[in-house]
RNA sequence: GCGGGAGUUGCCAAGCCUGGUCAAAGGCGCAGGGCUUAGGACCCUGUCUUUUAGGAGUUCGUGGGUUCAAAUCCCACCUCCCGCACCA
């Protein structure tokens, strides 16, 4: 099939749904199934990978529908956020590689890409892109209900949002660190910055040190070590400012003092001083009595934290292979007498180390002096294992006995409480360079809005429901509960960006993740305002809160927006007719926020009724094993797939190649089988017409008994999500069972098959236009079927139609098929006659009580034995006690399954059953058979191989 | 470190949840045959070892265990991958 032909038929499909409205769903007396998807944000078109997701969720709401559901499957467009601000202000810049991007990468026309120093253009640009790329795809989204996140109504809904969160005290306002540029005043994420680094920063807890009225500040990762400094070090070659620091002189390295200016410190230099000025002196430790030297050392510098350093020689490698480094050469420092009575203070207790675990680690690696790298390698070994593994000593006052990991947060609070600590943050990278070429800091922004996620009740409350939600994949679910417990208060407002301005303070604008986790209830009403029945100007709170929430006087709020009561009363019926979400669909990457965030507002939002009940996740995409990315350049836009490849090719090859939460791998390959599957498929289709069914014959009764089975299968298989294991069923495994079923009606030269496998391939077709939408519509067609196959109900599994008779009739010939073409090819013989026997009566009587012991769980051979021999019916086992054992090794080997259909189905007459392999052997060898029973007295059996009989395994004699 | 995932026969990859139909689907590669002007495409057959009667042996990261039965369940270990924030 040409592309051409695989596009007219898209195209074909494409227009009946739209003309027929089929998917656009309004309330009606069915039960409703709401399925979402994370809207895209349009900064870029839409990929093989972002296909994923919506796919999926295409799949569960074409699924439902043909199970009888009204289903709601809407779809929104993100304008908030700020890459798309970057990306305007890149075009006015005249950025090269960005506009070069937009013309060979996305495809976008020049004129377009003028427009684009506008980010509202651009954001419309690839909306309009990528929606005529879902449409293309088949997804069966009511587009009556788009609308964009910076649409006045959007805009009013959002504002809503927030002051309910903010009346219920979850907004709160307080600093916050964040990656910044000090020329653009921006704060910087790893899209801002040059080599995509993110600007990651560690907290560091400055401990103050006096000497004479100025403070020597050291900033460290281990406040609780304060209770073994035995010394400060200096870098002597260093020039330290003294700067007044808010009310205190502090000494500290320039860098140091930059890096304080965007902590909210006010800062002013009052002087200088070399750190070898300041070697020799004594500063007083907080929180203790004692005194101790400033010493010098060489591996301090000046661009990390403060310049100066405690030091902790029985616990930090730099510390005591510094000070070590020192008394060796102590002549050279006239002015520290007491340099060797200085001794390492040990205060922690890590089982498997000694004292001074610093010396330990430092001769184990045997490093020489501070200047060596592995002293780096050293540090982070007893870190790590002191703070999961260590305890404080006695020599730690209140704090003794408690573990590291504990102790090193009270002790921060402590000295922080007394005013001798201080907080900064330090880049873990350094330097990160914006993409203007400014060095990046931390910067401590003041009266930032955050989302209280810290709350305690709300916590709870959101874990006790993600227990009760349903979540797929199972596993998804400690993620969440993991993720719940470790977040804390998000600023949800920046001073960049599209999107919604804070009601109560129009400085900030709501950010991205905290505009998109409610608006699902969005879509229930949204569809008013595009039709013009609300205008958006009039709306207030009271609209939400009425339609949502049921508050307020319906005159009142009628005539306050200038809606019919009617209307109003409608829309809002809407909304309860929709919500809650039934499902929503995403991708992993937004388990720890977005979709963690979407669960928090609802519960803090709406009542327990609107809470959404299941989230589905799934992995990404991957180009051919690899990762997808723009650096490799392998990522296809997926407009440009459903023209090369085809919109159904494109959906299985994604569903076929994973299971949910896998990776799943995009090739060409993979393509290219699935095409030609389904050209196959279809060309089937149009062989078979309805026609009234004949009598039915083995094989028939046989067909149809696998058509329950499977629909049973995929159906269980698209519940619980297994869109892989569903295909599979429906595309592979039940295709062997149609080429069997072929091979039997051909061997026959039947001519009455049409009606059966009518019958058998619609409902296959059915089953697969959840999955390919467009070719099914075809085949549906072709079978000659009447309407729409995705508007057809989904096929019922009827126990009743299958026949274990036959099942087991079907199976006993193709293993004795399969034997007998072992036979032939081990011997490599040329067969020219073919006997079968099958075995005697009482073997199985025998069988059937063999089974019966089995399946009761009674495998002992002796006992088996003697309550044969004890029956008349069966005492012929004495001639041949092996049998015995064979059978109950036969019966081992098989399923559960099987052995529950052969109890039920008792005794097969395999003699008639067997028959029917005359005319595919026939087919298969051109040659005769004959089919005897062992006790046959006439049979032929000149090898004497009857006797060797079994149940379900005749005995095969070739020649 | 925390949290999650994975290790299967030459390669990719199913199977594991729900133990037995598992020497283990499918695809690629390879070998032989067909078709074809040769090639490509396509079709058939074979592809752990062994075997002139449908059999036997050894396999599913490693080592134990449970069971009549383990790729599948349990325990321990080794190796690899992904996510840890104010960013969509």
Redesign the pocket.
């Known amino acids: 099939m040409t592309k051409m032909e695989w596009a007219q038929i898209e195209e074909k499909w494409r227009k009946k749904w739209n003309d027929e409205k089929q998917f656009e769903s309004n309330p009606d007396s069915r039960k409703k199934f709401f399925v979402t998807v994370a809207y895209p944000?349009p900064?870029s078109p839409q990929h093989i990978g972002h296909g994923r997701t919506y796919t999926l969720a295409d799949v569960h709401a074409r699924f439902m529908r043909m199970s009888g559901y009204n289903v709601l499957f809407p779809m929104g467009f993100?304008y908030?956020?700020?890459?798309i601000l970057g990306m305007a202000r890149r075009v006015q810049e005249n950025d090269k590689d960005l506009i070069e991007a937009f013309r060979t990468l996305y495809k976008v026309p020049d004129e377009k890409i003028r427009e684009f120093s506008e980010p509202v253009k651009i954001a419309d640009y690839f909306h309009q892109e990528i929606k005529a790329g879902m449409i293309e795809m088949g997804y069966s989204i009511d587009w009556r209900r788009e609308f964009t996140t910076i649409d006045p109504f959007y805009n009013k809904f959002i504002e809503w949002q927030f002051k309910k969160l903010k009346e219920n005290g979850l907004v709160i306002q307080g600093t916050?660190p964040?990656?910044w540029c000090p020329k653009d005043q921006n704060?910087?994420?790893q899209?801002d910055t040059l080599g995509d680094i993110?600007?990651?920063f560690t907290e560091y807890t400055v401990i103050k040190f006096k000497y004479d009225n100025y403070v020597l500040p050291t900033a460290t990762l281990r406040p609780e070590t304060i209770f073994g400094v035995t010394n400060l070090w200096v870098n002597p070659n260093v020039n330290y400012e003294i700067a007044k620091v808010d009310n205190e002189e502090w000494i500290i390295s320039p860098e140091c003092a930059i890096k304080l200016g965007f902590l909210n410190k006010k800062i002013t230099k009052t002087g200088n001083i070399s750190g070898s000025e300041l070697v020799g002196k004594k500063v007083k430790i907080p929180e203790r009595s004692d005194e101790v030297y400033i010493l010098p050392a060489t591996f301090v510098e000046s661009d990390n934290g403060t310049g100066v350093v405690m030091s902790v020689p029985a616990h930090a490698p730099f510390d005591y292979q510094a000070l070590d480094d020192l008394k060796k050469e102590a002549s050279r420092h006239p002015n520290i007498p007491a340099l060797s009575e200085i001794k390492p203070i040990s205060i922690i207790e890590t089982e498997g180390y000694g004292d001074i675990p610093a010396r330990e680690i430092i001769e184990k690696l045997g490093i020489k002096n501070q200047d060596d790298p592995k002293l780096e390698e050293a540090t982070k070994e007893i870190y790590?294992k002191e703070f999961?593994g260590g305890k404080l000593k006695q020599n730690t006052g209140k704090f003794a006995n408690k573990v590291v990991a504990d102790a090193k947060e009270a002790v921060k609070k402590w000295i922080l409480d007394n005013g001798n600590a201080d907080i900064l943050y330090e880049l873990n990278e350094n330097p990160v360079r914006c993409r203007c070429g400014a060095e990046c800091v931390v910067k401590l922004l003041d009266n930032q809005w955050f989302l209280n996620y810290s709350n305690p009740e709300w916590k709870e409350k959101v874990h006790s429901w993600i227990n009760e939600m349903k979540i797929l994949p199972e596993?998804i679910r400690?993620?969440f509960n993991?993720v719940v417990d470790?977040?804390?208060?998000?600023?949800c407002a920046?001073q960049h960006?599209l999107g919604t301005k804070l009601p109560w303070d129009k400085n900030w604008i709501i950010?991205?993740?905290s505009d998109s986790v409610i608006y699902m209830a969005y879509y229930t009403i949204v569809k008013y305002v595009n039709a013009g029945e609300i205008k958006p100007d009039y709306i207030s709170d009271s609209f939400f809160d009425y339609v949502f929430l049921e508050k307020g006087d319906l005159q009142k709020i009628s005539s306050e927006s200038k809606i019919p009561q009617e209307t109003l009363e409608k829309i809002k019926k809407e909304f309860q007719y929709y919500y809650p979400v039934n499902a929503r669909h995403s991708g992993r990457?937004?388990v720890?926020?977005?979709l963690t965030f979407f669960i928090f507002n609802h519960l803090a939002i709406f009542p327990k009724k609107y809470w959404p009940e299941e989230i589905v996740v799934n992995g990404s995409v991957l180009m051919d094993?690899k990762k997808m990315s723009k650096s490799m350049g392998n990522i296809i836009p997926l407009r440009d797939a459903i023209k090369t490849h085809g919109a159904d090719s494109i959906r299985l090859a994604i569903l076929i190649s994973?299971?949910l939460?896998?990776d799943a791998?995009f090739n060409q390959?993979a393509v290219r089988?699935i095409k030609n599957k389904l050209e196959n498929m279809l060309e089937e289709s149009t062989k078979y017409k309805a026609a009234k069914e004949a009598l039915l014959m083995q094989e028939d009764k046989w067909i149809h008994s696998r058509l329950q089975q499977l629909i049973a299968k995929a159906t269980v298989s698209i519940q619980k999500m297994r869109l892989r294991?569903a295909l599979?069923h429906v595309l592979?495994e039940f295709d062997s069972d149609i080429q069997w079923y072929l091979r039997r009606v051909e061997a026959k030269n039947r001519t009455d098959q049409a009606g059966i496998l009518h019958e058998v391939l619609s409902a296959r077709v059915a089953m697969l236009s959840p999955f390919a939408p467009y070719v099914s519509e075809e085949m549906w067609s072709r079978l000659g079927n009447q309407g729409l196959v995705s508007m057809s109900p989904w096929p019922n599994p009827d126990e009743t139609k299958i026949d274990l008779l036959s099942v087991q009739s079907e199976d006993l010939l193709k293993t004795?098929l399969d034997?007998i073409k072992?036979?032939i090819k081990?011997?490599?013989?040329t067969p020219k006659k073919i006997t079968i026997y099958t075995a005697a009566a009482w073997k199985a009587k025998a069988y059937q009580k063999i089974l019966y012991q089995v399946t009761s769980g009674n495998?002992n051979i002796g006992t088996m034995i003697k309550s044969l021999i004890a029956d008349n019916e069966t005492a012929e086992i004495k001639k041949d006690p092996d049998f015995v054992k064979k059978t109950v090794n036969d019966i081992?080997?098989?399923?559960?399954?099987?052995r529950d259909s052969k109890n039920k189905v008792g005794a097969v007459d395999e003699i008639k059953a067997l028959s029917e392999l005359e005319s595919l052997i026939k087919g298969e060898y051109g040659i005769g058979l004959q089919v005897f029973s062992e006790t046959d007295q006439a049979k032929y059996d000149p090898?004497n191989?009857a006797r060797?009989a079994r149940p379900y395994?005749?005995?095969?004699?070739?020649?």
């Open positions: 944000y900064n993100h908030t956020g700020t890459p916050h964040v990656g704060p910087v994420s899209h993110e600007p990651s790590s999961y596993e400690n993620e993991h470790w977040l804390k208060e998000r600023a920046r960006g950010e991205s993740l990457d937004l720890p926020n977005h094993g994973a299971e939460l896998q791998d390959e089988g294991e599979h592979y004795t034997d072992n036979i081990v011997t490599k013989m495998v081992l080997s098989e399923s559960q399954e099987s090898k191989k060797t395994k005749p005995a095969i004699l070739i020649e």
